[in-house]
């Protein structure tokens, strides 16, 4: 069965380097994509692809089952839920999410 | 902003009531994607439109059916509500539909209160 796998939650202290693990077992799929989600609003792309790859102050990191969302200098503001997603021949599989907590 | 649209932005209803949720893809987008995401839970997929054919069907109830019209716009119906039908509704909409690149972008979402 297509699932993507990944932790409920997740804490962090503010400033530090926080990482998400998602693994998956889609059939073909290649590429992973991390959403973030705050309440009431719509879940946005953050980083995507085939290989490591860096936005900002979000790093992704590889392999062909599982990917690391980190995400760099963890302020108050990051405390959201963050999906990781892959897809092979099908749309996106979505994970459960990881609600990111974030102690001052 | 991604470009998608939703409306509208708030439904209060009550049991047993239809009610029906839009949805416009970004320009040049073929595929809808209808999700939905109760109280503590993540994003379920529902339902997947591709130029106004059904692809793929997730955990959708009966109860629910959907469409996509030829102008691409989406739509979502929901009947005989429950208090459990209660939600946050999501439409996404992507290029093609398929393929390991093909992103999603989410609208604002609909929330759906029944009493």
């Known amino acids: 069965k297509d699932q993507v796998f990944q932790p409920s939650t997740v804490a962090s202290s503010e400033g530090a380097v926080v990482e998400i693990f998602c693994n998956h077992s889609v059939s073909n799929a290649y590429n992973f994509f991390w959403y973030l989600h705050f309440p009431g609003c719509a879940p946005r792309l953050l980083v995507k692809g085939s290989k490591p790859s860096q936005q900002g102050r979000y790093n992704m990191t590889y392999e062909r089952f599982s990917s690391s969302l980190l995400i760099l200098q963890v302020r108050e503001a990051d405390a959201a839920v963050y999906y990781c997603?892959?897809?092979?021949?099908?749309?996106?599989?979505f994970g459960k999410g990881t609600r990111l907590s974030v102690i001052a | 902003d991604s470009g998608v649209t939703q409306t509208p932005k708030h439904l209060i209803t009550a049991t047993g009531q239809r009610v029906t949720l839009r949805c416009s893809p970004r320009s040049g987008d073929l595929s809808v994607y209808w999700y939905q995401q109760s109280l503590d839970q993540g994003l379920q997929f529902l339902i997947h439109y591709y130029n106004g054919e059904e692809r793929a069907k997730g955990n959708i109830l009966e109860r629910f059916s959907a469409q996509q019209f030829p102008d691409l716009h989406s739509e979502l119906n929901l009947s005989s509500l429950e208090l459990g039908d209660s939600a946050l509704y999501f439409c996404?909409?992507?290029?093609?539909?398929?393929?390991?690149?093909?992103?999603?972008?989410f609208g604002p979402g609909t929330r759906l209160t029944v009493l």
């Open positions: 997603a892959c897809s092979g021949n099908t749309p996106l599989v």
């Open positions: 996404a909409s992507s290029v093609v539909g398929q393929g390991s690149t093909d992103t999603q972008y």
